[in-house]
């Protein structure tokens, strides 16, 4: 029974000002308030102020010469090409006729990285991480994925990663963040929040439809772009069945209506939970082991989408825990089969690793996994970039592909991805908005 008032409207009738949050959110993240603030301003400023502090400058002109430039959406190959970036976008991409003009305009002090017989893409998409630090972030960028989607962060520090690359390119992914887990047991994390103190009494127990969807409109109210759920516990505590119903499409429905147009990712695991989540209208499903047929025609239907976790859902054959390791051998194949399917029922599917911390999977080897589950280099490809780039609305923005005006996003590979999935682990280059942060090439 909800017996607290939350019909007050749609967020909190005091909010909290989001630079506080954020400030905060930013000092577990390793950021800290004082960085966030113009120097001298925690002893002359009130914390009432706004932040002066403007955007960061955008990374000098980098030039990528000589390697094969792969277009995701198409598939198309170019050879000898070069890719021009700069003030924080892609100039021009193609074959050296196309930009010889941007080179020139580019100058002699643009950085330049010889990728003769390299492979030239797009910057990954990661589209399950909790990411809470920089550490984090870094190790996330090492491995390609320059553009991110949060499944969800202890106080909002994804919230605070989202606002880095603002002023510090380079520093973190694309965040598109989640906030809190909408999820039964919040524990200390309602301290996060003082507009979370009417949950306090429920923290171990939230259930109420009301209560759901209040929390979902604080996470949005203080800059979360996406909400995330489920529908059954997790597979990776051994205490924990995830086959159990934690919360129903009544419960569901309510945190999707409130997330007004965020996508919803839901974690899921059995057929029963799965289905409600769906019906629920849910953006994505996640994990999704015991998804069964008429689930997955629903989610081809509705155009949900898939984001199997693969890669780690099979590792966990690996675990020293009998528990875990028995769920791994299990639900591994199982999974395989199902990810298989719901490519070949039209359903989207997307490379999530579900990163936690420093325990960063790279996300090719996760487009690696679903290329061997069956669904083919190309789809495997497409999996870590136009696929969720358009789950996440950034495809206009030029994410997943390499297009004039679109994010300076890029990874150098040392294999053609066209030819195995494998080479979506190899790694040579990886520049985030327009600022290198790997190169192996020297």
């Known amino acids: 029974m909800c017996e607290h008032d939350h019909t007050s409207g749609p967020v909190p009738s005091r909010p909290l000002e989001r630079r506080h949050v954020l400030a905060g959110a930013a000092a577990l993240a390793g950021l800290g308030l004082s960085s966030m603030l113009p120097a001298g301003a925690l002893a002359a400023e009130p914390v009432s102020q706004p932040l002066q502090r403007g955007k960061g400058r955008h990374p000098g002109a980098v030039i990528i010469e000589g390697g094969t430039l792969i277009d995701p959406g198409t598939g198309h190959a ?7 970036l700069g003030d924080g976008v892609v100039q021009a991409a193609g074959t050296r006729d196309d930009t010889r003009k941007a080179v020139r305009e580019a100058g002699a002090k643009a950085i330049r990285i010889n990728a003769h017989g390299k492979f030239i893409l797009p910057g990954f998409v990661d589209a399950h991480v909790h990411a809470q630090a920089f550490e984090d972030a870094a190790l996330i960028l090492s491995h390609g994925a320059t553009t991110v989607r949060s499944g969800s962060s202890s106080f909002y520090q994804d919230i605070a990663l989202a606002r880095v690359p603002h002023f510090a390119p380079g520093l ?12 039964p047991d919040q524990g200390d994390s309602i301290l996060a929040d003082p507009d ?29 772009t996406v909400i995330k759920t489920r529908a059954n516990p997790r597979a990776g505590i051994p205490e ?13 429905s309510a945190i999707v209506h409130a997330a007004k147009g965020a996508g919803v990712l839901c974690h899921g695991y059995s057929a029963k939970g799965i289905a409600g989540a769906v019906a629920a209208g849910v953006k994505s499903i996640e994990h999704g082991v015991f998804v069964d047929e008429q689930a997955l025609a629903n989610m081809a239907r509705r155009g949900t989408y898939f984001t199997p976790t693969l890669f780690g859902i099979t590792g966990m054959a690996n675990s020293g825990n009998p528990v875990l390791a028995e769920r791994g051998r299990e639900y591994g194949p199982v ?10 029922l039209g359903v989207t599917v997307i490379g999530g690793t579900d990163s936690f911390g420093t325990d960063v999977t790279p996300i090719g080897d996760e487009a690696n996994a679903l290329a061997e589950a069956g669904l083919g280099n190309l789809t495997a490809l497409r999996s870590i970039t136009t696929a969720p780039a358009r789950l996440l609305g950034v495809e206009g ?16 590979l040392n294999r053609n991805p066209l030819e195995t999935a494998k080479a979506l682990s190899e790694v040579r280059v990886v520049i985030a908005q327009g600022a290198v942060v790997r190169n192996d090439l020297g």
Do not use: C, W
């Open 335 to 344: 999974l395989a089969a199902a990810a298989r399917a719901a490519s070949e």
């Open 240 to 252: 924990q069945d995830p086959l159990e119903l934690v919360y129903d499409k009544e419960q569901l």
């Open 172 to 183: 973190a992914p694309r965040m598109h963040a989640a906030g809190l887990f909408v999820s």
């Open 78 to 84: 170019t050879e000898d090409s070069v890719v021009v």
């Open 397 to 412: 923005k030029g994410v997943g592909r390499l297009v004039r005006n679109g994010v300076a996003d890029v990874v150098v």
């Open 196 to 224: 979370l103190a009417p949950l306090a009494a429920e923290r171990r127990q939230l259930t109420d439809p009301k209560d759901l969807a209040y929390l979902t409109r604080v996470n949005i109210s203080r800059g979360a």
